[in-house]
């Protein structure tokens, strides 16, 4: 079965500079999400999106943008990067069921971002 | 790959043993919970789930147990194998809200 696609799957940066991370959902999953997991951490939520808008924000800092696109790829850019950015990002998909039952997320390998 | 949860709560646990992990969540108005295993190097994978309505689930080789007066989630794991080692996390989320807010990580160790 299709999964969750991530790319990169390792991404190096130095300080100050920008990085743009890539996920394909699920085919025929319209809501994706991206969570921040740093060393030793539980994932924390970032950003979601439901049929191409902004559905929740969560701590995300000003510096990153996202926005999902009409084949419901979505794309994580991350300016002005800091040491503390290092991570493993994670993007997650799930259909949404109308009667408004809970829908697994299935999530990603990851993406292994390290700020130099 | 690298690992995740350097200095997170360990559980060493005997081949074909049973382990317990153990949760405590923090919104009384979660209303669905799940459990998420992570192997080194990958994304958090679906073990199982429990809606607040319940307080007792089972799934292969798992249950888990919703205690909802102290906000405590547990895990358990049956007969025990060494592909069960990996960090377990328990997520929650509230009703309508899709994002999940996930709990610390506990790294289970399967011991041959």
């Known amino acids: ?116 | 790959g690298e690992s995740v949860g350097l200095h997170l709560p360990t559980l060493s646990v005997q081949e074909g043993d049973n382990s317990i992990i153990n949760c405590a969540y923090s919104n009384s108005a979660s209303d669905y919970f799940i459990w998420y295993k992570q192997e080194s190097g990958k994304g958090p994978q679906f073990i199982i789930d429990i809606r607040s309505n319940m307080d007792k689930r089972q799934g292969q080789r798992v249950t888990v147990l919703l205690n909802k007066t102290v906000k405590h989630l547990s895990l358990q794991i049956a007969a025990t194998q060494p592909g069960d080692s990996a960090v377990y996390f328990c997520a929650e989320r509230g009703f309508g809200n899709e994002k999940l807010t996930f709990g610390t990580g506990t790294r289970l160790t399967i011991i041959p």
């Open chain 1, 1 to 116: 079965a299709a999964g969750v696609i991530q790319s990169p799957r390792h991404l190096i940066k130095e300080k100050r500079e920008t990085a743009t991370l890539k996920c394909y959902p699920i085919p025929r999953h319209d809501t994706v999400y991206w969570y921040q997991q740093g060393p030793g951490q539980d994932p924390q939520f970032l950003i979601s999106f439901y049929e191409k808008m902004q559905s929740d924000k969560g701590s995300i800092p000003d510096r990153f943008s996202a926005q999902q696109f009409s084949d419901y790829h979505s794309e994580l850019n991350m300016s002005s990067l800091e040491l503390g950015d290092s991570a493993l990002y994670f993007c997650a998909s799930s259909s949404t069921s109308p009667s408004g039952a809970y829908n697994e997320q299935f999530f990603g390998p990851g993406t292994r971002l390290t700020v130099l």
